[in-house]
């Protein structure tokens, strides 16, 4: 199993998993996203766990190359970036989360494109495609 397999199985099944809960516990996602902008210790420390796992990310897998493994690279860069962010400005994460309704379609399609990127990778983790 190469490396790029390897996060691809972490981080597929992970996308997967969140896509059903936005989707089939919409309004408790919801609850939860709104209850962790309220508290910016939370969002700090949510900060600092992603910038720690993207930088591992990064460190181990900095590929820019023309495949489906330049995805994980950029998940890992994404993650730096909006790991910094929640870390120096938790008032933009919350101000983001404010804005999300229960019933606006962005919720779906986020949680289709989190869907169909962790069935993408899961495929490749698993040598499928």
Do not use: C
């Not at 919801?30 to 930088?55: C, Q």
């Not at 919720?107 to 499928?128: E, R």
């Amino acid at each position: 199993m190469t490396t790029s397999q390897f996060i691809a199985g972490l981080i597929g099944p992970l996308f997967m998993a969140i896509a059903a809960f936005m989707v089939f516990r919409r309004d408790t996602f919801l609850e939860f996203a709104k209850a962790a902008a309220r508290d910016k210790p939370l969002i700090f420390f949510a900060g600092a766990v992603l910038l720690v796992s993207s930088l591992a990310i990064v460190q181990t897998h900095n590929l820019w190359v023309a495949d489906w493994r330049v995805i994980i690279t950029l998940f890992g860069w994404l993650g730096v970036l909006g790991g910094i962010v929640r870390i120096f400005s938790p008032e933009f994460a919350q101000s983001i989360v404010e804005k999300i309704k229960p019933d606006h379609p962005a919720v779906l399609i986020t949680a289709a494109v989190y869907f169909a990127l962790g069935a993408f990778l899961t495929a490749n983790a698993h040598a499928v495609l």
